[in-house]
């Protein structure tokens, strides 16, 4: 967490609940050092130190996204991965709302309100907005043979279309292959082979809901002080 890199979506409350993810693309050999910020107002920044390689915001977000879906898969509940992977979800589907670049570092940050309201209904747009909807596409995954988790499941998505007031998307599980790649493929489309992301740690900070405590009742670690606030680093 270097203080010489700002970011421009830190202006909310500060015990609102934030996480920031860490790491490095790779890409024909060269390594660029990403941090995705997102909090929880709707917002999300993908930073990246760009090297020899492109920055292509919507690949490197699907390979986040990707392994949030494969975390939650492992612990369906946990309500830090599937924040994760749904704002990645989000992002990856939307246009940034402001670019800049500095140097070799390179920023796109995207805002809900700026949101594109007209977009096709499909499963992409409605796991943004349904914490519930990803953590039954989890609890499915983890058992893709529970005829039980996929009704659960398209429940779920059926009751998120209609809050939406749009019809209900399905999930061809006859051509989806039922993993985390899979579904991430499905959703934002076939997956980038020549790029990799290493994630290396997660941080956060706030006040989270009881349930949703990402350190999991493990005693918290010495806090990291970034951007006048604290942070737990839990990986």
């Given amino acids: 967490m270097r203080d010489d890199i700002s970011s421009g979506i830190l202006d909310a409350p500060p015990g609102a609940p934030r996480a920031c ?3 490095e693309i790779e890409q024909a050999g060269f390594r660029d050092a990403f941090c995705v910020l997102v909090d929880d ?3 999300l920044e993908y930073q990246v130190e760009r090297g020899a390689g492109s920055v292509e915001v919507d690949r490197d977000l699907a390979l986040i996204a990707r392994h949030a879906l494969d975390r939650l898969i492992v612990n369906p509940g946990s309500r830090l991965h599937n924040g994760l992977f749904r704002a990645a979800v989000w992002a990856a589907t939307a246009a940034p709302v402001r670019t800049q670049t500095s140097g070799l570092l390179w920023v796109a940050t995207f805002d809900a309100s700026g ?4 977009r096709v209904p499909d499963l992409a747009s409605l796991l943004p907005g349904d914490r519930h909807l990803a ?7 983890a058992s893709p043979v529970d005829l039980a988790a996929q009704r659960a499941f398209d429940e779920a998505t059926g009751a ?4 939406a007031g749009v019809p209900a998307p399905r999930l061809d599980l006859t051509r989806t292959v039922l993993t985390a790649a899979g579904v991430t493929s499905a959703l934002l489309g076939d997956a980038d082979t020549t790029r990799t992301a290493t994630i290396a740690e997660i941080a956060v900070t706030g006040l989270w809901p009881e349930d949703g405590d990402p350190l999991g009742g493990n005693p918290p670690t010495t806090p990291v002080p970034w951007q006048g606030l604290e942070w737990q680093l839990i990986r």
């Fill in 21 to 23: 993810v860490f790491g």
């Fill in 41 to 43: 107002d709707g917002k």
């Fill in 115 to 118: 949101d594109d309201a007209n």
């Fill in 135 to 141: 953590a039954a596409l989890a609890r499915m995954l």
């Fill in 160 to 163: 998120a279309a209609a809050r």
